[in-house]
């Protein structure tokens, strides 16, 4: 059986996750966004072929983030943050092979309004 290794180098990229803060401001409007910690995570764009094969159910994945396992993200509450851009995660996080020690996270880049 072969045995699983992780390559660091593909964790090149550090970016912030953020939680939605809890409760509700004082127009019953969701609180904004809080940072909770920051990874290395290895950011990489769908292909073609990846985003042809998914069908349009999943059509608005436009990312894979690879990263070491971490308990506790959720695709309810948590997005990323990476060079001003915004990713927010589409999926439940797959944790890779079972084993606890690698997430794949599949996110959709937010188109940047400016």
């Known amino acids: 059986m072969p045995v699983f290794r992780i390559n660091a180098g593909k964790y090149r990229d550090v970016v912030t996750f953020q939680k939605r ?3 509700n401001n004082s127009y019953g ?13 290895g950011i990489f764009p769908i292909s073609g072929r990846e985003f042809l094969a998914m069908g349009s159910q999943q059509g608005e994945i436009t990312h894979r983030i690879m990263m070491r396992y971490i308990d506790g993200i959720s695709s309810e509450t948590n997005r990323i943050l990476f060079n001003g851009r915004i990713f927010d995660i589409v999926a439940p996080p797959i944790n ?3 084993r606890n020690r690698e997430l794949q996270l599949l996110c959709k880049e937010r188109k940047n309004l400016t």
């Open 21 to 23: 803060a809890e409760g």
């Open 29 to 41: 409007e969701p609180n904004d966004w809080e940072d909770t910690f920051q990874a290395r995570v």
């Open 96 to 98: 890779y092979q079972e």
